[in-house]
């Protein structure tokens, strides 16, 4: 009796702790290629599926591109146009043998930025969520997790961080920063950005054997215990 009392209690131990790791497994690293621009530039947007980790930018003469100051890089764009930067990311890719799951969705990022003073302008970032590889003609087309507006001039710069819920878990996310300047006649506009973190709350696949595998054990101890 006291044998089997000690077998329920350490089954009735790990089955909790395995949900303790699969609830506590906290946010992913920072999901994004080239968050902080320093090794590779920005890509035209063509048609077809987008690929994962990669900035892409629309096809205009008067657009984001890298640029660089006392050897740091960064996205930059001078215009009163509203111009797409975004990067899709495929979890399963972006770090395998994990899942997003429901949950937690954090965004943080570095700008710096002069919108406007007569005409002032804005600029949003939005984060969506995908169930299927994103394309070149649907990137913002996906489910809205968040989106991060309202964002003034700031000469030097600054860092911006947020957290969303997501509804569900989603294979594919993509963050997109959508320049608005400011209009014709109020001077220089422009807008920089640095050092974009994605992170979302992951489920590691062990966690889900290990819950799973428990789960089953607990059967088996069920049958041992009627027989
Ligand atoms: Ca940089």
Redesign the pocket.
Known sequence: MKMKKAIIGMLAGLFLLSFAVVSQAGLSPNLLSNY???TTGLTKIESGNLSSGRWYIEDYSRNWSRDSYNG???AHIITSYSRHLFQAVSISTAWPGHTATAGEVKVSFDYQSYLGLIFPGSFTVTVYGYNSQPTASNFTNGIIIGTITGLGSVETWTNVSRSFMADAGYSWYVIDFLSELGGVGAGIRYLNI??VSLQVTPIPAAAWLLATGLIGLVGVRRRWIKS
């Open positions: 902080d621009f320093e740091n890089d960064y640095d050092n």
